[in-house]
């Protein structure tokens, strides 16, 4: 199954990133893109304890290939990934595209 990994670096403010992506831009990925199996997690760490470069990494699993390019393609996915932007105010998200081997 193809998966989408969104990496978002720390932000300049925390608080308001969390705030920002748990009440506008996780509905907005769920509504927008449903074909999606979605989860996101904030990044504890890097190995041996020292600080991690991402804060927050979102992962989008989809059935095929073509499903998720439908989704990407779509107006809703295009809308929700000009908001990953916007409220990534570390720097920009990472998008990574993954197959299983």
Do not use: N
Not at 26 to 45: I, S
Not at 73 to 89: D, L
Request: net charge negative.
């Amino acid at each position: 199954m193809p998966t989408l990994q969104v990496l978002y670096p720390t932000p300049t403010d925390a608080a308001t990133f969390d705030r920002r992506y748990r009440e506008e831009h996780a509905p907005m990925v769920a509504e927008r893109m449903p074909t999606a199996r979605f989860r996101a997690w904030h990044v504890a760490g890097a190995p041996g304890g020292g600080p991690a470069p991402y804060h927050l990494v979102a992962h989008l699993e989809f059935d095929s290939a073509e499903a998720m390019q439908a989704a990407l393609g779509s107006p809703g996915g295009r809308a929700t990934a000009r908001h990953a932007f916007e409220i990534s105010t570390g720097g920009a998200p990472v998008f990574l595209v993954s197959d299983p081997l």
